[in-house]
């Protein structure tokens, strides 16, 4: 059912028309996404409800595919939308893609390429930028701890092997794993790409810490270059 006007205030709409009402009632499924959206917002503008703003959201981002990329600056842009508001869209947006990454967790041992990758993929997939990110294991290639190396432009992400290896050093790490992303969505490595696991893995050489892959992400697919045999590794 659809409230006859979006223009008032929810709180004078009928009870079973109420978007937090209807999910106490019926549970989440049947909302639609302006009607979560809205439960998070709790309240509108002025002149319209927060059902109405969450439409207005939605449809100039594209649906909720272009919430997971918007900056707090992009969100507060749009009027009805605050910095508290924008605030817990995205704390929302973020739990969702933790929620759906696989536990990449202290201590757990990293079964291979596919393990990293639909552990990446929901925190990576929508970033507008190439994200540069190792992940330290011990000798038994259990993890360590994962961290960020950089953040670049859509095309370009700067990483310094001194940088990357004075961590894993510090932290005792005996192998690593690098995984970035192409937000252009297609995980083919590029030449720079390749030179760089090159010079990365003649680093990890010389501190005898071993590079065991290099995974680039696209649009729910990726390439490994351990697994295409870009480079030897051995168990």
């Known amino acids: 059912m659809k409230p006859s006007s979006f223009k008032k205030g929810i709180s004078s709409w009928p009870v079973q028309e109420r978007p937090r009402e209807m999910l ?3 549970g989440p499924e049947g909302l639609s996404d ?24 939605l449809a100039q981002l594209e649906g909720l595919r272009g919430l997971a ?33 696989t536990p990449l967790t202290e201590g757990k041992r990293i079964q291979g390429s596919k393990h990293i990758f639909q552990h990446y993929y929901p925190l990576l997939r929508d970033m507008r930028h190439e994200v540069f990110k190792a992940v330290l294991l011990d000798a038994k290639h259990s993890v360590i ?13 700067i990483v310094h092997p001194r940088e990357v290896f004075n961590i894993a050093v510090r932290e005792s790490a005996a192998a690593i794993i690098f995984v970035h992303n192409h937000p252009s969505g297609d995980p083919r490595p590029s030449e720079e790409d390749h030179a760089l696991t090159q010079r990365l893995i003649a680093a990890g050489e010389i501190l005898g810490i071993r590079v065991l892959d290099h995974i680039v992400i696209g649009d729910g697919k990726y390439v490994s270059f351990a697994d295409e045999g870009f480079f030897t590794t051995t168990s």
């Open 69 to 101: 990329n918007r900056s707090l600056e992009e969100l507060c842009a749009i009027p009805g939308i605050g910095p508290a508001k924008a605030a817990q869209v995205l704390a929302a947006v973020e739990l969702g893609k933790r929620a759906l990454a």
């Open 24 to 26: 106490l009632s019926h």
């Open 34 to 57: 302006a009607q979560l959206l809205a439960i998070l917002l709790r309240i509108g503008r002025p002149d319209s409800s927060a059902v109405e703003v969450a439409m207005d959201l």
């Open 145 to 157: 701890r994962d961290f960020t190396v950089s953040q670049g432009s859509l095309t370009v992400s």
